[in-house]
């Protein structure tokens, strides 16, 4: 079972980034499945999480700035990330909402620099 993050990279303030999720061994369309990051010397902090009947914002620090989608028959989820700041600059990690411990992988490095 396995969650792989990927798309993160540099980018410029004002800057938009597509984070992608992809799932082997477990069917994502069975979960809540939510979008988590961090930041250097911080905390792990949820991001936004979607289930079956549509998105569940969860969290203020990119809030309006961020859409998450998924795509059942892909089993895969997206993070769709704009207006992107040096704040932002984190790794990001796609799990179940609430986290399952043995489903973190990675993540994907987001770096929001000039």
């Known amino acids: 079972v396995q969650l792989q993050a990927s798309g993160g990279g540099l980018v410029q303030p004002g800057g938009s980034l597509k984070l992608s999720c992809s799932a082997s061994g477990v069917t994502l369309s069975s979960y809540t499945v939510g979008w988590y990051r961090q930041a250097p010397g911080k905390r792990r902090e949820p991001v936004a999480a979607?289930?079956?009947?549509?998105?569940?914002n969860i969290g203020d620090s990119m809030k309006g700035r961020v859409t998450i989608s998924r795509d059942d028959a892909k089993n895969t989820i997206y993070l769709q990330m704009n207006n992107l700041k040096p704040e932002d600059t984190a790794v990001y990690y796609c799990?179940?909402?609430?986290?399952?411990?043995?489903?973190w992988g990675q993540g994907t490095q987001v770096t929001v620099s000039s």
């Open positions: 979607v289930q079956s009947g549509g998105v569940i």
């Open positions: 799990n179940t909402f609430p986290a399952t411990a043995r489903l």
